[in-house]
């Protein structure tokens, strides 16, 4: 199986996220570009998570999403030929649409072409999933990219709270568990609650010296 980092961020760095409905959108666009078919445009017509309302023909394995407001990570796996690629169009088109109709905004909505980096070795493939499931402390503890945390406990349970991830569906809180193929990650960890137990341990201890080549931003 083939893994890679993808990475988009807004133009000029603006944010891409305005309000909880634009996080929602994304999260669904997620779900239902996911697609080998030809998607219409997509309407969302409510602040529910996606469920799955029809069979379709996955471009790629979304392993891990974090949303931040200027920013976005994904870990994918592609099903086809060109999975990710295909996927990151429909993705990142979909959304600009959105987002420039909802705002009365013209123009590029990100910073070029995604960044998409292949998992090559056991440490990146270790590492990364840590690395995108914990890029919310930015916002309250921006010193973890030193490794330096103030308050584990804290940043955990801020970990736990922070609904535009991944990782709630991981540590067995339902969130959007549609949108996520949980099955690999979650063998390899041995389940959601040694999943856990690994993220609370990785901020405790807060060792990244094998993390220093997957910061994109």
């Known amino acids: 199986m083939e893994f890679f980092h993808t990475l988009n961020r807004g133009v000029d760095k603006r944010n891409i996220f305005l309000g909880d409905k634009d996080y ?3 999260v669904h666009d997620l ?3 996911n697609d080998q078919d030809w998607v219409l445009d997509v309407g969302y017509r409510s602040d529910k998570p996606p469920t799955p309302a029809r069979r379709r023909k996955l471009l790629v394995d979304i392993h891990c999403f974090c949303l931040m407001k200027n920013h976005y990570h994904l870990l994918l796996s592609p099903r086809i030929e060109n999975g990710v690629s295909r996927f990151m169009k429909k993705l990142n088109m979909g959304y600009a649409k959105y987002f420039n109709n909802k705002y009365k905004r013209t123009g590029a909505l990100f910073e070029g072409r995604y960044k998409s ?3 090559t070795s056991q440490s990146h493939f270790i590492h990364i999933p840590y690395f995108i499931n914990l890029n919310p402390l930015d916002y309250i503890n921006p010193e973890w990219r030193n490794r330096i945390v103030k308050n584990p406990k804290t940043a955990v349970e801020f970990l ?4 535009w991830s991944s990782l709630l569906d991981y540590i067995g809180k339902n969130n959007f568990p549609s949108v996520t193929s949980r099955d690999f ?3 390899f960890w041995g389940g959601t609650k040694n999943y856990k137990t690994e993220i609370i341990n990785w901020v405790r201890d807060m060792n990244l010296d094998n993390m220093k080549n997957l910061m994109l931003e």
Not at 160 to 163: D, K
């Open 24 to 26: 929602l959108r994304f």
């Open 31 to 33: 779900y239902e570009f």
């Open 117 to 119: 980096v292949p998992i």
């Open 160 to 163: 736990e709270n922070y609904r």
């Open 185 to 187: 990650l979650l063998k």
